[in-house]
Antibody, heavy 121, light 112 residues
Framework: QVQLVQSGAEVRKPGASMEVSCKAS????????LYWVRQAPGQGLEWMGW????????NYAQKFQGRVTLTVDTSISTAYMELSRLTSDDTAMYYC??????????????WGQGTLVTVSS | QSALTQPASVSGSPGQSITISCTGT?????????VSWYQHYPGKAPKLMIY???KRPSGVPDRFSGSKSGNTASLTISGLQAEDEADYYC????????????FGRGTKLTVL
């Protein structure tokens, strides 16, 4: 069965960077794009970007341009999301999700369990 | 990059039907068939309920249906059940200067 298992909760100080991992199993890792999505406390879901694990090509939300980096290690079927120059506004639950792709990204059909990142001094 | 517009909350009694609207523009909902809906319980991973406007993934009850008219998409839940109480988010593919994905702000469904 398809599974996306994310790394554990993290606490970071303002100005630091963070990295969340997302290990995929149960399907061909390079055959599906991945989204990263976050939810800040009391807020809605927010799309951060997508990555094509086959080519490494990425597309980032304008809001995160210059601060977010999505990468993959296909040898271990794992995706990574790095976010730099953290502020308290980056305190959120972060999710990876597998993308159903038609001509363009259609939807996310499987999601990781989420990784809580807290930014606090 | 503005969010899609959803009502903050809707409510209904068990057995009733409710509809959640999601309004965008011709650059997203109105221009593409790539509207999807997610059910989200706090602290859990979101679950895909509808994709490509009206398609249901395997395992999603047929009480959930989706549609679109112009720049507005809708999620209808018929025969409301207590376990339907959750947050619901719409999303759409959007392209302006670059392609991206936009979410609605979410709708809290309360089953009375």
């Amino acid at each position: 069965q398809v599974q996306l298992v994310q790394s554990g909760a993290e606490v970071r100080k303002p100005g630091a960077s963070m990295e969340v991992s997302c290990k995929a199993s149960g399907y061909t890792f390079t055959g599906y794009y991945l989204y990263w999505v976050r939810q800040a406390p009391g807020q809605g879901l927010e799309w951060m970007g997508w990555i094509n694990p086959n080519s490494g090509a990425t597309n980032y939300a304008q809001k995160f341009q210059g601060r977010v980096t999505l990468t993959v290690d296909t040898s271990i079927s794992t995706a990574y999301m790095e976010l730099s120059r953290l502020t308290s506004d980056d305190t959120a639950m972060y999710y990876c999700a597998r993308v159903i792709w038609d001509v363009v990204p259609a939807a996310a059909d499987y999601w990781g369990q989420g990784t809580l990142v807290t930014v606090s001094s | 990059q503005s969010a899609l517009t959803q009502p903050a909350s809707v409510s209904g009694s068990p057995g009733q039907s409710i509809t959640i609207s999601c309004t965008g523009t011709s650059s997203d909902i109105g221009g593409y068939k790539y509207v999807s809906w997610y059910q989200h319980y706090p602290g859990k991973a979101p679950k895909l309920m509808i994709y490509e406007v009206s398609k249901r993934p395997s395992g999603v009850p047929d009480r959930f249906s989706g549609s679109k008219s112009g720049n507005t998409a809708s999620l209808t839940i018929s025969g409301l059940q207590a376990e339907d109480e959750a947050d619901y988010y719409c999303t759409s593919y959007r392209i302006t200067s670059t392609p991206y994905v936009v979410f609605g702000r979410g709708t809290k469904l309360t089953v009375l």
